[in-house]
């Protein structure tokens, strides 16, 4: 049981399935552990096939409208394996319109009923809309301004330029492999902090090793790149961790990284360390808090002058701090209210 609720944390039981029954080890495994995990697996096809079908509609309402959509994350994958993807449950539908489009694009999904599935203003400085929703979907979708904080590193212009249409449907275009890889890591190591808090995350390394065995990639072009932008260090660090845990060969241009070596070894030591990684998650949180990127990102002024930036970044850090004393304050008063009534 151990196994199985490790495996459920990290959200690789049904890809653990497929790689136990593809290894030929369901016969030295205990029955009921291998029908659970048939259990998760069924049902991620079934779930995955319905959010196919939700991508299929996305594309015909805004195809209708004359607007090109890129898809993004995991829906790239689920479109690649034409639906039956059992091996990842998408949570969500995450795509990108042309900036001019966006409006266009939010007035038709309007008309073809979606509507916002949280409050509106919490996303007004985010890099993606409020989350859409319609009764009846089984997930929502969520229309992103930028990939990610880091809008500079990796722009939409790019991503569009270099998308492919999908063959069924040519208005939903699928994102170019080599820019999946960046976009991923970006995502994982830099939005969602879990390169400096030295978080592993066993489905995003399942993600890369994936994309790397099953694409032919330009890696040297992939380092060239990642020189360029400065973000080497983002796309190595997860590339020696898959390697190290899940036997993934290093590309020529990153086995001799020795700063990504130690990386690896850090996050490794501490998961040894503290295998439930309470750490790294409250690590997590605390660059959440403070990271200079994201204040900056949603003050739009990662390009103005260093004081400027420099004290929009700190207001943007001490709005943030009072957020969370706020919501501690407001949940101790719940706490005390219902244990006096």
């Known amino acids: 049981m151990a196994v199985a609720e490790q495996a459920n944390l990290d959200r690789v039981a049904p890809a653990l399935h497929e790689a136990l029954l593809a290894r030929r080890l369901a016969g030295e495994l205990p029955q009921d552990f291998l029908e659970y995990l048939g259990l998760i697996h069924a049902a991620t096809l079934r779930q995955n096939a319905r959010v196919h079908r939700l991508v299929l509609e996305l594309g015909e309402i805004l195809g209708a409208a004359g607007i090109p959509?890129?898809?993004?994350?995991?829906?790239?994958?689920?479109?690649?394996?034409?639906?039956?993807?059992?091996?990842?449950l998408l949570g969500d539908v995450d795509f990108l319109v042309a900036a001019k489009q966006e409006v266009p694009t939010l007035e038709a999904l309007t008309h073809a009923g979606f509507r916002p599935a949280a409050a509106a203003a919490l996303y007004a400085r985010h890099f993606?809309?409020?989350?859409?929703?319609?009764?009846?979907?089984?997930?929502?979708?969520?229309?992103?301004?930028?990939?990610?904080?880091?809008?500079?590193?990796?722009?939409?212009?790019?991503?569009?330029?270099?998308?492919?249409?999908?063959?069924?449907?040519?208005?939903?275009?699928?994102?170019?492999?080599?820019?999946?890889?960046?976009?991923?890591?970006?995502?994982?190591?830099?939005?969602?902090?879990?390169?400096?808090?030295?978080?592993?995350?066993?489905?995003?390394?399942?993600?890369?090793?994936?994309l790397a065995n099953g694409e032919i990639l330009d890696w040297q072009a992939i380092a060239a790149f990642g020189e360029e932008r400065g973000i080497q260090a983002y796309l190595a660090g997860p590339l020696h961790l898959a390697h190290r845990l899940l036997g993934l060969p290093?590309?020529?241009?990153?086995?001799?990284?020795?700063?990504?070596?130690?990386?690896?070894?850090?996050?490794?030591l501490q998961r040894r360390i503290d295998p439930g990684q309470r750490l790294a998650r409250l690590g997590v949180k605390l660059a959440w808090l403070w990271d200079a990127r994201r204040h900056a990102y949603e003050r739009d002024c990662e390009r103005s002058g260093w004081l400027r930036r420099q004290g929009a970044v700190m207001l943007g850090r001490i709005e943030a701090i009072r957020g969370v004393l706020g919501r501690a304050n407001r949940k101790r008063a719940a706490t005390f209210a219902a244990e006096r009534g």
């Open 250 to 268: 290093l590309p020529g241009p990153y086995r001799g990284m020795r700063a990504a070596r130690r990386h690896a070894r850090r996050c490794i």
């Open 128 to 210: 993606h809309h409020v989350p859409l929703a319609r009764p009846g979907d089984p997930v929502t979708i969520e229309l992103h301004r930028h990939l990610g904080w880091q809008r500079h590193l990796l722009t939409p212009a790019e991503a569009m330029a270099a998308a492919a249409p999908l063959a069924a449907l040519p208005a939903l275009r699928l994102m170019n492999p080599a820019h999946r890889f960046i976009f991923g890591c970006l995502h994982a190591q830099l939005q969602d902090m879990t390169y400096r808090a030295g978080l592993i995350r066993l489905r995003d390394l399942l993600d890369i090793a994936e």
């Open 69 to 88: 959509v890129l898809l993004l994350k995991g829906a790239n994958r689920l479109m690649a394996a034409g639906g039956a993807l059992g091996s990842r």
